[in-house]
């Protein structure tokens, strides 16, 4: 198991920020628990506060005491919670001389004097824990006036009531603090994983072209990373299908146009032994051998050509093998063979002569190709009415052969693919060798140069 299986960061981010968040709610939530409650609780704003609308509450409770024409006994046993709607605790001070009957009306007393204070709640009020935090934050007593007497009371908010508020409300900001951590997070996670969506949809939509870029270092960023990987490997494979696609057709439009040379002068070397155009038996058995060469070129080339729509081969078979071989001889002989269709087809054209002797490396079908197409667009497009003139140059790393003629006035291109030059260009370049055209007004030169073999 690797390093990114064992150790995820994005899940580690994630519970870094969820335990950031529960700290903070705890802090928020302490704070308000212990000290910001308390102190709202004894705040003179609090007391003030309550102090006025504990004495607008006992104003009211005098007046209804006064319609209702209650006795001392009657406000003691007064039930309806009058006073102590809401958060307010009702305690009531009688004389001594009255007597707490009721014994379900809790009370505890204490001697002032002759007054004995009894302390007496309401049922919806709260406890007697809510009278004891009450009576630390103020006590004002407010005489009532009853039928048969008078008795002292004061209302005091329902403190445990407050504090219960104020932990909810510090519940509350806590939960506020927790989600001001985690949810900015998460919405942060969302927004990225939209983003690699969004991203991903353009290239199933098929646009190849777009990059993929997810920030952060985390699996998010490596998912991106993968689909960017995937994307650029899904790019090069169609490149290369596509650049593979193009080199055969033009392979297979090469091949096509070099098919049509040999074809030409088999047809011609036919047509002479068919019609008896030859003087000697000589020329005869020449003319038969040559056919039987292109015929056989002609073979070779099909093969090949067939080949080539192999788009997924492992290997071309267009590229036929490299071998050592007698450079003056087979230069001699092409040129030779070459020059001759072309006296035959009324030019003027001497094949040069190789004074020493050297060696080549190169395919022999490759060469004859090159020759092929040179001599076919001298037939195509060169003067015949001006002398061919050929040259061999014998250097010490290459030979060289430049061949010049003039361009026919008004040649005709009807017949011309424009494959011709390039085939010769690429061949050459396979060989090692090189090819360069010059053109000055209408004289044509053709520079071939093919590298010697050195052992």
Known sequence: MDRKR??????????????????????VFWLADNAAVPWLLHSDWFIRAYRER???????????????GFTVRQVQEDRD??????????????????EVTDKSVSSSAVWDGDIRYSF????????????????????DMYPIQCADGAVHIFAAPAALRYAGLGRVAGLLLALLGFCLVVVPYIVRLLRRIRALSREAEILMAGDLEHSIHVEGRDELSGLGEDIERLRRSVLERIQGEREAV????RLITSMSHDLRTPLTKLTGYLDILIYRKYQTQEEHDG????????????????????????????????????????????????????CGDLRREGFDVRPPAFERDFQLYLSTADAVRIFDNLFSNLKKYADSAVPVRIQAEDGPETVTLRVANRVRPVPDRTDSHGVGVPTMR????????????FLHGDAYESVLAFPKYRA
């Open 287 to 338: 003319f038969l051998r040559m056919a039987s060469e292109k015929a056989v070129q002609l073979r070779t080339l099909t093969g090949q050509m067939l080949a080539s729509a192999q788009v997924d081969a492992p290997q071309s078979p267009l590229e036929p093998e490299a071998e050592v071989v007698d450079g003056g001889l087979l230069l001699g002989q092409l040129l030779e063979e070459q």
């Open 120 to 139: 007496v709640w309401a049922e919806t009020a709260g406890t007697e824990a809510d009278i004891a935090a009450a009576s630390e934050v103020a006590v």
């Open 81 to 98: 919670g009058r006073l102590a709607e809401g958060i307010y605790t009702v305690m009531a001070g009688l004389p001594l001389s009255i």
């Open 6 to 27: 064992r150790f995820s960061r994005l899940g580690s981010k994630l519970v870094g920020v969820s335990v950031l968040g529960l700290l903070l709610a705890f802090a």
């Open 426 to 437: 690429e061949l050459l370049e396979r060989a090692g060798g090189r090819l360069e055209i």
């Open 54 to 68: 504990n004495e607008a509450a006992v104003q009211a409770y005098q007046d209804y005491v006064t319609e209702q």
């Open 246 to 249: 193009a080199a055969n057709s």
